[in-house]
């Protein structure tokens, strides 16, 4: 049974983001059900790649929408991204010097990000959209994130 569920409330109408959104539901369910059995390291260790991952593509393709229409909290959303990827690396390091025990810290993380960062500034963006471009704003996200993938790529090789 899942730990926390994908509620349409969540949703900032933009398809890409919401599949991306439902995907740290998936892992912070795949981590809360591995906290029960005996995988938890294998997990962990997945699920911080995957945030690492996520975190590098879906903020850029976020960014890079808001930009492009000059969203006026960006700067702050933006410090919001960096506070979540400091946190995410932090915990990749944690990970890779034998401490485990962060599993606990990485769930309560995602939960909190998941209650307050996607339900409140999300959602704000996703107003602002609405009321700006919006049939301009939902054709973009998938080549934004092409392009978040293709910057990422470059910046890692």
């Not at 938890?40 to 890079?64: G, K, M, P």
């Not at 025990?101 to 960062?117: F, G, K, N, P, T």
């Not at 996607?118 to 009321?131: G, N, P």
Request: charged share 20%; glycine share 2%.
């Amino acid at each position: 049974m899942p730990y926390i569920h994908w509620k349409p409330e969540f949703s900032v109408g933009i398809e890409r983001f919401d599949d991306d959104h439902r995907q740290l539901f998936s892992l912070l369910n795949q981590l809360h059900m591995s906290m029960a059995g005996r995988e938890s390291n294998s997990a962990l260790n997945l699920i911080l790649r995957e945030l690492n991952w996520y975190a590098q593509t879906h903020f850029t393709a976020e960014e890079v929408l808001m930009k492009r229409y000059s969203y006026p909290e960006l700067d702050a959303h933006r410090v919001q991204h960096d506070r979540f990827t400091e946190q995410v690396t932090q915990f990749c390091d944690y990970f890779q010097s034998g401490r485990n025990e962060i599993i606990v810290e990485v769930s309560d993380m995602l939960r909190e990000w998941l209650a307050h960062h996607i339900s409140q500034s999300d959602a704000a963006y996703a107003k602002f959209f609405r009321l700006n471009n919006w049939a301009e704003v939902r054709s973009l996200p998938q080549a934004l994130v092409s392009y978040a993938n293709f910057a990422v790529r470059g910046a890692l090789s």
